[in-house]
Each structure stands twice: as C-alpha cells, then as structure tokens.
C-alpha cells in the first residue's frame, strides 16, 4: 500500500461545476499538506498549503485536511476550462521530513 | 516562469548511453531536488542536495547519480540508459530544503530512449 493514494482520474466536469480532488494517506503523523497544480508540459506549482486540520480558503479553492480520517480535499468552485491540469497533493511529517507524493488526479473542465 | 533553468529541453539517446541533465537554482535557493516522471508511474522523487550536500534520497537507481556545485547548479548524471528510463525529467529549487519549504520546478528535460 502506498503512503499517499489518488485517484489518476481523469475527472471530467462541466465547466462551473463544483470539484472535489480528494488524497488518502495512511501515515498519522503527516501534519503538512499541500496542494500541486501541474498544467500539460510544465513543471508543478504551489497551488495550496494547509498544516493539521482544518480548511484554507484562496478565492475558488479551498483545501481541507481532516486528520481523524487521514483525508484531504482540494475544492474548486465556479471550475473554468484554465483549471484543466493534474492536481497533485504531498503531505510531511514536518520539515526535517520528505515530502510524498501523491499520484496526480487529471482534471479536464469541459466548456 | 519560476525561476529555475534546465538544460536541454529535450533529449534523444540510445539505449546503454550515458547523458547529463543540467539545473540552475532560483536565486537564493540553497535545495535541488531531482523528480522523475512518467506516464505510469507519476512523479517520482529521486534526490535532493542542499548546499552542495546529499539531503534525501528517493527512488533512485544505481546507474543515477547527481551532484550539486559550489554554485549550487546541479547535475544528474544518468548511464546504461534503457528504454524505461524515457522520462520528464523535473529539478526544483527552495530556498532552504525543507520539506514545508514551496519547491519551484523547472520546465523539465524530456528524455527519450530508442
């Protein structure tokens, strides 16, 4: 069993739909989630960043750790066709740890 | 764009070859790291070196191997190719390599093995 587990997808939504990306992990001790976007052909970038429990909210995204569950979700609200991009989440125990990975879920937001 | 240069885009080899993939840190960042990525197996953390230093290794195999400079650019160095190795390849830099630390990729170098 993988530490991180996510759904490759692809995710297939109509554009301004409600997205829900979801990571499982197994390790209790992960206090350190973060949210990756990676567009085609290019490298990811830092999309979110949450630490322990609880949601973040940044305009149409909104990260939630819910730690009891050892699960984490990436909202996307009013979804635009520009979200079409993997969505990767990491997660560490804390920063003298590595960060995993997780697999990557593909989104494609039709228009 | 992030920031963080890799050289080249794209590479073409033969199986059994040898190639040096190179990365330039953003300004002010002391950590490389070095991913691997492939359709199958998403993406794969090799190696990080932070300030010249081997900080973490991943999954990366004996025929691999990397180094960073005193000017903090980095090198990974990749011998007896085989046709699995055909990859994106993937640097990313932060500023002190920390694992809370935001980590800016490169573009990649595409790599392909015939």
């Known amino acids: 069993q993988k530490e991180v587990e996510q759904d490759p997808g692809p995710l297939s939504v109509p554009e301004g739909a409600i997205v829900s990306l979801n990571c499982t992990y197994s390790n209790s001790a992960f206090q350190y989630f973060m949210w990756y976007r990676q567009y085609s052909r290019k490298g990811p970038e830092l999309l979110m960043y949450t630490y322990s429990s609880g949601n973040k909210e940044d305009g149409r995204f909104t990260a939630q750790v819910d730690k009891s569950s050892k699960y984490i979700s990436l909202f996307i609200r009013d979804s635009q066709p520009s979200d079409s991009a993997t969505y990767l989440c990491a997660m560490s125990e804390d920063s003298n740890y590595q960060l995993i990975w997780g697999a990557g879920t593909k989104l494609i937001i039709k228009p | 764009d992030s920031g963080v240069t890799q050289t080249p885009k794209h590479l073409i080899t033969a199986t059994g070859q040898r190639v040096t993939l190179r990365c330039s840190p953003r300004s002010g960042d002391l950590s490389v790291y070095w991913y691997q990525q492939s359709l199958d197996q998403g993406l794969q953390f090799l190696i990080q070196?932070?300030?010249?230093?081997?900080?973490a290794k991943g999954n990366i195999l004996e025929r691999f191997s990397a180094q960073q400079f005193p000017d903090l650019h980095s090198e990974l160095n990749l011998s007896s190719l085989e046709l699995g190795d055909s990859a994106l390849y993937f640097c990313?830099?932060?500023?002190?390599?920390?694992?809370?630390?935001?980590?800016?990729f490169g573009p990649g170098t595409r790599l392909t093995v015939l």
């Open positions: 070196y932070y300030n010249g230093e081997e900080r």
């Open positions: 990313a830099s932060s500023v002190e390599g920390g694992s809370t630390d935001t980590q800016y």
